[in-house]
């Protein structure tokens, strides 16, 4: 059980994960230890910090002025922890993420087993999440994003070389429709959708070349918050699909599906790992950020 000391941190973390069960994981402790910790430093401070149902936990008004204030002195705290046992022999402790999928496969897989292998104090706690969530607010150490939709005021370190689109369709819908000779063509073929998860939007089709820029909103039988559903729905023929290069790029090579208008895709930043500003970073995220750095293939995935 924490002692009441860590009181004003277990209520810290429960308002960022807006729940005893995930805040209690990240602590190591039980979710009845924390809510009882909770609840003394309400009876304490005679405010009620916490608005709790069957389904829900968030801050009151009084309780989410408290995380504004005692959110980065936490953090601070934190960082000199990490600071007094930066001298030890080797890293230690857990890096909690939070990643997209595209991220996950394209950055952490293939460098878990060297990392792993070079760092066996350093747990990695990976949330796979392509709902764009704020990583400062949820209690994470550091996310992974591409460079465009990265937040402010972090620091940001490139773990990928730079990134491109391919639409793509199956040989046999090509077949029947025709190779399209510019984007604005795709308005009149069927185009499958990836919509956000968080935000519900459709992710637009953007084209560029010669410094003209084309945005394309096509329709077609399907809207989804998988990427993997609309390739797989591409591969069977039922339309156009839109994704990074990397994800389709074996099914290219396998021949099952065919890139189009290539010359209008043009390479934007690729993925980053961000984290926010301390004057002192973890040292467990240190190795990992210097190992992403020294792993990653110079030639990039996706690159051109």
Same mark, same amino acid.
């Given at each position: 059980?924490? !002692?009441?000391?860590?009181?004003?941190?277990?209520?810290?973390?429960?308002? *960022?994960?807006?729940?005893?069960?995930?805040?209690?994981?990240?602590?190591?402790?039980?979710?009845?230890?924390?809510?009882?910790?909770? *609840?003394?430093?309400?009876?304490?401070?005679?405010?009620?910090?916490?608005?709790?149902?069957?389904?829900?936990?968030?801050?009151?008004?009084?309780? &989410?002025?408290?995380?504004?204030?005692?959110?980065?002195?936490?953090?601070?705290?934190? #960082?000199?922890?990490?600071?007094?046992? $930066?001298?030890?022999?080797?890293?230690?402790?857990?890096? !909690?993420?939070?990643?997209?999928?595209? #991220?996950?496969?394209?950055?952490?897989?293939? &460098?878990?087993?060297?990392? #792993?292998?070079?760092?066996?104090?350093?747990?990695?706690?990976?949330?796979?999440?392509?709902?764009?969530?704020?990583?400062?607010?949820?209690?994470?150490?550091?996310?992974?994003?591409? $460079?465009?939709?990265?937040?402010?005021?972090?620091?940001?370190? @490139?773990?990928?070389? @730079?990134? *491109?689109?391919?639409?793509?369709?199956?040989?046999?819908?090509?077949?029947?429709?025709?190779?399209?000779?510019? @984007?604005?063509?795709? *308005?009149? !073929?069927?185009?499958?959708?990836?919509?956000?998860?968080?935000?519900?939007?459709?992710?637009?089709?953007?084209?560029?070349?010669?410094?003209?820029?084309?945005?394309?909103?096509?329709?077609?039988?399907?809207?989804?918050?998988?990427?993997?559903?609309?390739?797989?729905?591409?591969?069977?023929?039922?339309?156009?699909?839109?994704? /990074?290069?990397?994800?389709?790029?074996?099914?290219?090579?396998?021949? !099952?599906?065919?890139?189009?208008?290539?010359?209008?895709?043009?390479?934007?930043?690729?993925?980053? /790992?961000?984290?926010?500003?301390?004057?002192?970073?973890?040292?467990?995220?240190?190795?990992?950020i210097d190992h992403l750095r020294v792993t990653r293939d110079p030639a990039g995935p996706g690159a051109t």
């Amino acid at each position: 059980m924490p !002692r009441p000391a860590d009181d004003l941190a277990a209520f810290a973390a429960v308002a *960022r994960h807006r729940s005893f069960t995930a805040a209690a994981a990240r602590l190591g402790v039980s979710p009845s230890a924390l809510s009882h910790a909770v *609840r003394g430093l309400e009876d304490r401070l005679g405010v009620r910090l916490l608005n709790r149902t069957t389904r829900s936990v968030a801050p009151t008004a009084a309780g &989410a002025r408290l995380l504004d204030r005692l959110g980065p002195a936490l953090d601070e705290i934190a #960082a000199a922890v990490a600071e007094a046992v $930066g001298g030890r022999d080797r890293p230690a402790g857990t890096v !909690r993420l939070n990643v997209p999928a595209i #991220a996950a496969t394209l950055v952490l897989a293939p &460098a878990f087993g060297s990392f #792993a292998a070079g760092h066996p104090d350093i747990r990695l706690d990976v949330v796979v999440d392509d709902t764009l969530s704020d990583v400062v607010g949820a209690g994470f150490d550091a996310g992974i994003r591409l $460079g465009e939709r990265l937040a402010r005021d972090m620091i940001a370190v @490139p773990v990928s070389a @730079p990134l *491109r689109m391919a639409v793509v369709a199956a040989p046999a819908l090509l077949a029947a429709t025709g190779q399209p000779a510019l @984007p604005q063509d795709l *308005r009149l !073929r069927p185009c499958l959708r990836f919509r956000y998860p968080g935000s519900g939007g459709l992710d637009p089709w953007v084209f560029e070349r010669d410094g003209v820029r084309v945005v394309v909103e096509g329709e077609g039988p399907l809207v989804a918050t998988d990427p993997d559903l609309c390739i797989a729905a591409a591969c069977d023929g039922a339309g156009f699909a839109a994704a /990074l290069l990397p994800r389709v790029a074996p099914l290219i090579a396998a021949g !099952r599906l065919v890139e189009v208008l290539a010359d209008w895709q043009a390479p934007f930043a690729g993925l980053y /790992l961000y984290h926010p500003s301390r004057r002192q970073t973890p040292p467990a995220l240190r190795a990992l950020i210097d190992h992403l750095r020294v792993t990653r293939d110079p030639a990039g995935p996706g690159a051109t």
